[in-house]
């Protein structure tokens, strides 16, 4: 299966960029391929749980639903500790599925599967 | 050169619209070269990218977009643009009409190409090469 390795590297409700990755994901993994969504600097805001009803509050839909979305679909998600530890996210402030890994770990992630690796 | 029973796809994203940052311009000499290469080459607008295929635009100062845009479409390159956020942006409406969408507009340029993101996932699973430019 093809596979495909999206990069977030901004916080979700601020730019549009969380958003256009995640249906860029969405999309793929839809059609039956592998994706892997990298949450790295303030892109890690983009896997907390518990968002407060956004888009009435902001206009902005949810990313926690396009994240949850991508991982029924079975597509990996993977936000970077280091960044998380920064800013004071916890393992369990993520949503349920999200997994936690070292900058070493993602970087092998990128080398081995980035054949198709796009940036957001 | 690559011979054209070989010929291989390279796409690329454009995430960042022109002249507020130099990925536009990144994208386009990247792109002629690789056709100057023989390579086929398939371009997906994305996000604020779409601003790369208005007509008119008339930097003064800046990397002329618009124009190498065009040029790449005389030279064989395949642009497509993000269909909703092209409507967004007020380029197309996008609307039915006979049965079709409508995708008419003087706002972009001419040769430039619309889908949804499925378009672009198809590029992706084709394409031998994956370049993506912006993001910040």
């Not at chain 1, 949810?62 to 916890?90: F, N, Y």
């Not at chain 2, 619209?17 to 792109?31: E, K, N, T």
């Not at chain 2, 197309?92 to 049965?99: M, Q, R, S, V």
């Not at chain 2, 198809?122 to 370049?131: G, N, Q």
Request: aromatic residues 8%; contains cysteine; charged residues 25%.
């Amino acid at each position: 299966m093809p596979k495909l390795v999206i990069e977030i590297s901004h916080s979700p409700f601020g730019h549009e960029n969380a958003y256009a990755a995640l249906f860029a994901a969405m999309a793929w993994v839809s059609m039956g391929n592998e994706a892997v969504v990298l949450l790295r600097g303030e892109g890690v805001h983009v896997g907390r749980k518990g968002q407060v009803d956004p888009f009435k509050n902001i206009g902005l839909p949810p990313t926690e639903k396009q994240v949850t979305e991508v991982l029924e679909m079975e597509g990996r998600v993977i936000a970077d500790r280091r960044a998380l530890q920064m800013r004071g996210i916890r393992a369990e402030d993520l949503i349920q599925g999200v997994e936690v890994l070292d900058s070493g770990e993602i970087s092998e992630i990128m080398i081995k599967e980035g054949e198709r690796f796009l940036t957001f | 050169m690559v011979e054209s029973s070989k010929k291989k796809t390279v796409a690329m994203m454009l995430f960042s619209a022109p002249f507020g940052s130099q990925y536009a311009d990144h994208l386009c000499r990247v792109a002629e070269r690789a056709l100057d290469k023989g390579y086929a080459v398939e371009i997906f607008l994305y996000s604020d990218a779409v601003h790369a295929q208005m007509t008119e635009q008339n930097p003064k100062l800046f990397f002329p977009v618009g124009e190498a845009v065009k040029r790449l479409i005389e030279k064989g390159a395949v642009i497509k643009s993000c269909e909703i956020c092209s409507i967004a942006r007020g380029y197309i409406k996008g609307e039915l009409k006979d049965g079709k969408k409508d995708y008419s507009s003087t706002k972009v340029i001419n040769g430039v190409n619309f889908c949804s993101i499925y378009g672009f996932v198809d590029l992706l699973s084709r394409a031998d090469k994956v370049l993506s430019f912006g993001g910040s």
